[in-house]
């Protein structure tokens, strides 16, 4: 089975603070994901990337950068925290170029800023 | 992506079949269907997928009608695990492509 798993289930912070959240996957996937979901807005992309050292933007990368340094870790980090970055923030991965792509999900952290 | 609708919510008797409703008229020819569920404070996780033909796999069946502008997802004998918000999603697949979740339908298993 494909394992994703993330650092934190549950992370209080402080306004200002710079908050690193990590994700590991264990299936050699080339493709990472980083989403938040929210109530009423459903899952948003913040950045995905599809290769060691390479990343692209999603639809809402302000206040936000990544690292792939190896391919199985991809970091989410918040250069200065804001509490409208209150969220659950998922992890996700998927194999690349093949014909039936599948994201699958890790659990997910529940980050709140104060 | 095409768009879905899904009712917001079903209730279904635990050990009876949940049948869940997806309509995606606008479906394009190169759209799969997909369908994914999360449970309260967990992550989203994949259930099943198909193009034009009904699949199964150990979690679920999937009917997709032969116009495919609707699905079915089948959950043969619903447990109490399987209260969970259910996503209806339709997507070409590419290596980067996201995942866009609608509302969904909220299941609810019943004792």
């Known amino acids: 089975d494909v394992k994703v798993t993330q650092s934190s289930r549950y992370l209080v912070k402080r306004t200002g603070e710079k908050v690193f959240l990590e994700c590991v996957q264990d299936?050699?996937?080339?493709?990472m994901f980083w989403y938040r979901q929210d109530p009423g807005l459903g899952l948003r992309l913040i950045y995905f990337?599809?290769?060691?050292?390479?990343?692209e933007k999603g639809d809402i990368p302000e206040g936000y950068s990544v690292s792939r340094e190896k391919k199985e870790r991809f970091s989410l980090i918040l250069e200065s925290a804001s509490t409208n970055q209150t969220s659950m923030y998922l992890c996700?991965?998927?194999?690349?170029?093949?014909?039936?792509?599948?994201?699958?999900f890790g659990p997910g952290t529940r980050l709140l800023v104060l | 992506d095409a768009k879905t609708t899904q009712p917001p919510s079903m209730d279904c008797a635990e050990g009876r079949a949940a049948n869940l409703p997806c309509n995606h008229s606008?479906?394009?020819?190169?759209?799969?269907v997909y369908w994914y569920r999360q449970i309260h404070s967990q992550g989203p996780q994949y259930i099943i997928h198909g193009l034009k033909n009904n699949e199964t796999n150990e979690m679920a069946s999937l009917i997709i009608t032969e116009d495919r502008k609707s699905s079915t997802l089948i959950l043969p004998h619903a447990t109490l695990r399987d209260t969970a918000v259910y996503y209806c999603i339709v997507r070409v697949e590419t290596s980067y492509d996201k995942v866009i979740f609608g509302p969904g339908t909220s299941l609810s298993v019943i004792p």
């Open positions: 996700a991965s998927s194999l690349s170029g093949g014909a039936l792509e599948t994201q699958y």
């Open positions: 299936m050699d996937h080339e493709n």
């Open positions: 990337s599809y290769d060691v050292k390479m990343k």
């Open positions: 606008t479906i394009s020819g190169n759209e799969y």
